[in-house]
Protein backbone atom coordinates (compact mmCIF):
# COMPACT_ATOMS: atom_id res chain seq x y z
CA UNK A 1 0.00 0.00 0.00
CA UNK A 2 1.24 3.38 -0.57
CA UNK A 3 1.77 5.65 2.40
CA UNK A 4 3.63 9.22 2.90
CA UNK A 5 6.28 10.31 5.40
CA UNK A 6 6.54 14.05 6.20
CA UNK A 7 10.02 15.33 7.33
CA UNK A 8 9.97 17.48 10.15
CA UNK A 9 6.87 18.45 12.45
CA UNK A 10 7.57 22.23 12.64
CA UNK A 11 9.01 24.33 9.99
CA UNK A 12 9.45 28.20 10.79
CA UNK A 13 10.37 30.74 8.46
CA UNK A 14 10.46 34.80 8.12
CA UNK A 15 8.86 36.89 5.96
CA UNK A 16 9.36 36.75 2.34
CA UNK A 17 12.07 33.51 2.74
CA UNK A 18 11.47 30.27 0.83
CA UNK A 19 9.11 27.67 2.46
CA UNK A 20 10.25 24.03 1.86
CA UNK A 21 7.80 21.41 2.96
CA UNK A 22 8.83 17.88 2.75
CA UNK A 23 7.35 14.51 1.74
CA UNK A 24 8.08 11.30 0.59
CA UNK A 25 6.24 8.10 -0.84
CA UNK A 26 6.54 4.60 -0.71
CA UNK A 27 4.92 2.80 -3.45
CA UNK A 28 6.18 0.61 -6.36
CA UNK A 29 3.42 1.81 -8.76
CA UNK A 30 3.19 5.57 -9.88
CA UNK A 31 1.57 7.61 -7.43
CA UNK A 32 -1.20 10.01 -6.92
CA UNK A 33 -0.11 12.57 -4.29
CA UNK A 34 -1.72 15.98 -2.77
CA UNK A 35 -1.07 18.55 -0.74
CA UNK A 36 -3.24 19.50 1.35
CA UNK A 37 -3.47 23.08 3.95
CA UNK A 38 -5.59 23.13 7.13
CA UNK A 39 -5.85 26.54 8.61
CA UNK A 40 -6.82 26.39 12.70
CA UNK A 41 -10.39 24.75 13.58
CA UNK A 42 -10.99 24.52 9.76
CA UNK A 43 -11.33 21.62 7.60
CA UNK A 44 -8.62 20.79 4.52
CA UNK A 45 -7.88 22.59 1.96
CA UNK A 46 -6.31 21.39 -1.52
CA UNK A 47 -3.03 22.69 -2.76
CA UNK A 48 -2.03 20.79 -5.60
CA UNK A 49 -2.48 16.96 -6.46
CA UNK A 50 0.35 15.03 -8.98
CA UNK A 51 -1.57 12.54 -11.12
CA UNK A 52 1.51 11.24 -13.27
CA UNK A 53 0.76 14.40 -15.96
CA UNK A 54 3.48 16.55 -15.17
CA UNK A 55 6.40 16.21 -12.91
CA UNK A 56 6.13 20.11 -11.34
CA UNK A 57 2.85 20.93 -10.27
CA UNK A 58 1.65 24.10 -9.42
CA UNK A 59 -1.22 24.80 -7.08
CA UNK A 60 -3.04 27.62 -5.49
CA UNK A 61 -2.02 30.38 -3.56
CA UNK A 62 1.87 30.23 -5.33
CA UNK A 63 2.46 26.63 -4.02
CA UNK A 64 4.10 24.28 -6.43
CA UNK A 65 5.48 20.52 -5.77
CA UNK A 66 7.89 18.53 -7.95
CA UNK A 67 7.32 14.68 -8.25
CA UNK A 68 10.90 13.30 -8.17
CA UNK A 69 10.95 9.54 -9.07
CA UNK A 70 14.61 8.69 -8.08
CA UNK A 71 14.15 10.67 -5.10
CA UNK A 72 10.56 8.93 -4.22
CA UNK A 73 9.82 12.71 -3.16
CA UNK A 74 7.13 15.38 -3.20
CA UNK A 75 8.10 18.81 -1.62
CA UNK A 76 6.38 21.53 -1.67
CA UNK A 77 7.47 25.03 -2.12
CA UNK A 78 6.68 28.78 -2.14
CA UNK A 79 9.45 31.43 -3.14
CA UNK A 80 8.53 33.75 -0.92
CA UNK A 81 6.53 33.35 2.72
CA UNK A 82 3.79 35.45 3.32
CA UNK A 83 2.31 35.36 7.07
CA UNK A 84 -1.19 34.25 5.56
CA UNK A 85 0.90 30.89 4.45
CA UNK A 86 1.18 30.03 8.39
CA UNK A 87 -0.92 26.68 9.18
CA UNK A 88 -0.90 23.20 8.77
CA UNK A 89 0.28 21.31 5.97
CA UNK A 90 -0.57 17.44 4.72
CA UNK A 91 1.18 15.28 2.37
CA UNK A 92 -1.48 12.55 1.18
CA UNK A 93 -1.41 9.47 -1.09
CA UNK A 94 -4.45 7.44 -2.51
CA UNK A 95 -4.94 4.03 -2.09
CA UNK A 96 -7.95 2.81 -3.71
CA UNK A 97 -9.79 6.23 -3.25
CA UNK A 98 -8.92 6.61 0.01
CA UNK A 99 -6.70 9.22 1.31
CA UNK A 100 -3.49 8.12 3.37
CA UNK A 101 -2.17 11.29 5.11
CA UNK A 102 1.22 12.15 6.73
CA UNK A 103 1.33 13.29 10.31
CA UNK A 104 1.33 16.72 9.24
CA UNK A 105 3.87 20.15 8.87
CA UNK A 106 3.16 22.80 11.15
CA UNK A 107 4.41 26.42 9.74
CA UNK A 108 4.99 29.53 10.94
CA UNK A 109 5.97 32.81 9.66
CA UNK A 110 8.14 35.04 11.19
CA UNK A 111 7.72 38.70 10.56
CA UNK B 1 -20.74 25.65 -5.70
CA UNK B 2 -21.50 25.41 -2.41
CA UNK B 3 -18.45 23.54 -0.82
CA UNK B 4 -18.99 20.58 1.46
CA UNK B 5 -20.88 21.91 5.07
CA UNK B 6 -20.95 20.18 8.23
CA UNK B 7 -22.91 20.56 11.32
CA UNK B 8 -22.48 20.89 13.85
CA UNK B 9 -19.14 22.51 14.04
CA UNK B 10 -18.57 21.94 17.71
CA UNK B 11 -20.07 19.13 20.22
CA UNK B 12 -19.33 18.77 23.54
CA UNK B 13 -21.12 15.54 25.18
CA UNK B 14 -20.70 13.53 28.31
CA UNK B 15 -18.92 9.70 28.42
CA UNK B 16 -21.97 7.61 27.38
CA UNK B 17 -24.29 9.75 25.36
CA UNK B 18 -25.09 9.35 21.59
CA UNK B 19 -24.12 11.77 19.17
CA UNK B 20 -24.91 12.69 15.36
CA UNK B 21 -23.11 14.52 12.70
CA UNK B 22 -24.48 15.36 9.34
CA UNK B 23 -22.38 16.16 6.36
CA UNK B 24 -23.87 17.65 2.86
CA UNK B 25 -21.56 17.06 0.17
CA UNK B 26 -21.12 19.61 -2.95
CA UNK B 27 -24.13 18.37 -5.28
CA UNK B 28 -23.26 16.53 -8.03
CA UNK B 29 -20.34 14.63 -6.32
CA UNK B 30 -21.39 11.05 -5.94
CA UNK B 31 -18.68 10.23 -3.31
CA UNK B 32 -18.68 11.05 0.25
CA UNK B 33 -15.90 9.99 2.46
CA UNK B 34 -15.25 10.34 6.81
CA UNK B 35 -12.15 10.78 8.42
CA UNK B 36 -11.13 11.06 12.32
CA UNK B 37 -8.22 13.44 13.21
CA UNK B 38 -6.89 13.57 16.32
CA UNK B 39 -4.76 16.46 17.42
CA UNK B 40 -1.43 16.41 16.15
CA UNK B 41 -2.17 14.05 13.52
CA UNK B 42 -3.09 13.55 9.82
CA UNK B 43 -7.01 12.60 9.26
CA UNK B 44 -7.41 9.03 8.91
CA UNK B 45 -10.13 7.02 6.74
CA UNK B 46 -13.04 5.90 8.26
CA UNK B 47 -15.65 5.14 5.66
CA UNK B 48 -16.97 5.79 2.44
CA UNK B 49 -20.07 5.57 0.05
CA UNK B 50 -21.00 5.94 -3.65
CA UNK B 51 -24.36 7.11 -3.71
CA UNK B 52 -26.00 5.50 -0.90
CA UNK B 53 -24.18 2.42 -1.05
CA UNK B 54 -21.48 2.37 2.23
CA UNK B 55 -18.60 0.67 0.14
CA UNK B 56 -15.87 0.38 2.90
CA UNK B 57 -15.55 0.55 6.51
CA UNK B 58 -11.77 1.13 8.11
CA UNK B 59 -11.24 -1.33 11.17
CA UNK B 60 -11.31 2.20 13.35
CA UNK B 61 -14.53 2.32 12.70
CA UNK B 62 -15.88 -0.19 15.71
CA UNK B 63 -19.70 -1.33 16.16
CA UNK B 64 -20.45 1.85 18.49
CA UNK B 65 -20.40 4.14 14.85
CA UNK B 66 -22.74 3.99 12.23
CA UNK B 67 -23.03 5.78 8.94
CA UNK B 68 -25.55 6.03 6.20
CA UNK B 69 -26.18 8.12 3.48
CA UNK B 70 -29.66 6.86 2.92
CA UNK B 71 -30.51 9.02 -0.62
CA UNK B 72 -27.11 9.45 -1.98
CA UNK B 73 -27.20 13.01 -0.93
CA UNK B 74 -26.38 14.36 2.76
CA UNK B 75 -24.92 11.60 5.03
CA UNK B 76 -24.97 11.31 9.12
CA UNK B 77 -22.29 9.55 11.45
CA UNK B 78 -23.65 8.66 14.75
CA UNK B 79 -21.76 7.67 17.82
CA UNK B 80 -23.41 5.63 20.69
CA UNK B 81 -22.11 5.58 23.69
CA UNK B 82 -19.43 8.13 23.68
CA UNK B 83 -15.72 7.59 24.81
CA UNK B 84 -13.55 9.74 25.68
CA UNK B 85 -11.27 8.64 23.11
CA UNK B 86 -13.58 9.23 20.46
CA UNK B 87 -12.85 13.32 20.94
CA UNK B 88 -11.39 13.88 17.73
CA UNK B 89 -12.23 16.07 14.73
CA UNK B 90 -14.62 14.11 11.65
CA UNK B 91 -14.15 15.43 8.70
CA UNK B 92 -15.79 15.13 5.18
CA UNK B 93 -15.43 15.16 1.93
CA UNK B 94 -16.94 14.43 -1.12
CA UNK B 95 -15.38 13.89 -4.72
CA UNK B 96 -16.52 12.87 -8.16
CA UNK B 97 -15.77 9.61 -9.18
CA UNK B 98 -13.26 10.06 -11.91
CA UNK B 99 -10.37 8.29 -13.37
CA UNK B 100 -7.39 7.50 -12.37
CA UNK B 101 -8.08 9.01 -9.29
CA UNK B 102 -11.13 11.53 -7.77
CA UNK B 103 -9.91 14.72 -5.89
CA UNK B 104 -11.68 15.43 -2.45
CA UNK B 105 -13.26 18.57 -0.81
CA UNK B 106 -12.76 18.63 2.83
CA UNK B 107 -15.44 20.12 4.75
CA UNK B 108 -14.72 22.55 8.23
CA UNK B 109 -15.35 19.01 10.84
CA UNK B 110 -16.83 18.60 13.61
CA UNK B 111 -14.97 19.02 16.62
CA UNK B 112 -16.32 16.83 19.16
CA UNK B 113 -15.49 16.92 23.13
CA UNK B 114 -16.27 13.85 25.00
CA UNK B 115 -15.93 14.88 28.97
Known amino acids: AQSVTQLGSHVSVSEGALVLLRCNYSSSVPPYLFWYVQYPNQGLQLLLK??????LVKGINGFEAEFKKSETSFHLTKPSAHMSDAAEYFCASVNDYKLSFGAGTTVTVRA | DTGVSQNPRHKITKRGQNVTFRCDPI?????LYWYRQTLGQGPEFLTY????????KSRLLSDRFSAERPKGSFSTLEIQRTEQGDSAMYLC?????????????FGPGTRLTVL
Open chain 2, 93 to 105: ASSLLDYPTDTQY
Open chain 2, 49 to 56: FQNEAQLE
Open chain 1, 50 to 55: YTSAAT
Open chain 2, 27 to 31: SEHNR
